[in-house]
């Protein structure tokens, strides 16, 4: 048996100082992925740092934005008055994922650095890069129905299993990110990695780097996520969108729109933006805008239906968000 170390930090200088003096390392907080991923394999830490008693749980508005602590509870952020009231898509998102006991457990952090629920990465017997590199990706010709059509590389195929990650970046939001000397704010949009030929890299972060805190600039936008997936709950992405709209006199001034299910990490969809500026709220216009949804999408043997789905799914989350 494999012997683990556990620690409880009592404040953020010590987590981050165990953490570089542990490069094997792995925060947990809620645990709801880390401690599937250590009983099924991919995971294999020998030292564990407690964070959950940081103080990195606060939701906290501000004039021209919204700050969400990294250890802030999913179910907690879903219900916050503020939340809903200024980003309908966040609580969406968040109430789309997993099952109310398993949000009431994970953290906004922990949920944002989740692995990919890829079967062949989550079962030992079968070939996979992004868990044991050199190995392979089964996936290119195996059971893929469920894999991306962007962004994928010959090593990897495996999507990007948040539903979070999805809303915030169609909200523009950042992560800040505290490391055992430095301290950074990182674009959601530049905190994932395609996978090209190290899948197993999963994130911009640094070996023992932490996510403390996330921001999401506010504004007067409509906002909405839909989740497209097998059955009702409990259940990861077929594809989902979240769409956020600033309209003026009916007319769109700027759009964001990002897709779920589809990439190996979350994916803009910037014709789809481009088709809808300057163009007044209409079904017409959403449906121009759907249209350009899968340019770039490259298929594999099984989910090419994903196309469809997409156009369909951007034109009725753009008609929520009107």
């Known amino acids: 048996m494999q012997q683990l170390a556990y620690h409880r930090a009592a ?7 165990l953490a570089a003096a542990h490069p094997d390392a792995a925060f947990i907080a809620g645990g709801t992925d880390l401690l599937q991923l250590f009983k099924q394999g991919p995971a294999a830490p020998t030292q564990l740092i407690d964070i959950s008693r940081l103080p990195f749980d606060r939701i906290e508005p501000q004039p021209h934005t919204l700050r969400i602590g990294a250890l802030a509870r999913l179910a907690d952020v879903a ?3 503020e939340v809903r009231r200024r980003h309908p898509a966040l609580a969406e998102a968040i109430e789309a994922s997993a099952s109310p006991q398993v949000r009431n457990l994970a953290t906004v952090g922990g949920n944002l650095l989740q692995r990919t629920r890829c079967p062949y990465f989550r079962s030992p017997d079968l070939p996979c890069n992004k868990r044991d590199p050199g190995t392979g990706c089964a996936a290119r010709t ?6 991306a059509i962007f962004g994928t590389s010959l090593h990897c195929a495996a ?7 999805v809303a915030l970046l169609a909200l523009d939001a950042s992560v800040h990110v505290h490391g055992y000397e430095t301290a950074r704010v990182v674009p959601i949009a530049e905190l994932y990695r395609l996978p090209g030929d190290t899948p197993q890299r999963d994130s911009a972060l640094a070996a023992g780097e932490l996510i ?3 921001e999401v600039p506010t504004g007067a936008r409509r906002s909405c996520y839909l989740k497209m997936r097998d059955r009702a709950s409990f259940e990861f992405a077929v594809v989902s969108v979240a769409v956020t709209l600033q309209i003026e006199d009916g007319v769109i001034h700027s759009a964001r729109l990002a897709a779920g299910g589809v990439g190996t990490v979350p994916w803009r969809l910037l014709a789809s ?3 809808l500026a300057g163009n007044r709220a209409e079904p017409a216009a959403f449906e121009a805008a759907a249209a350009h949804a899968a340019d770039g999408a490259e298929p594999l043997s099984h989910n090419g239906f994903k ?3 997409l156009h369909r799914t951007v034109k009725r989350a753009l008609e929520l968000a009107r």
């Open 79 to 81: 219900r916050h008055p």
């Open 11 to 17: 404040s953020e200088d010590a987590a981050l100082a």
């Open 212 to 214: 403390v805190a996330v």
């Open 142 to 147: 195996g059971e893929n129905r469920m894999h």
């Open 307 to 309: 196309i469809e789905l």
């Open 159 to 165: 999507t990007h299993p948040s539903d979070l990650a």
């Open 273 to 275: 933006e481009r088709a």
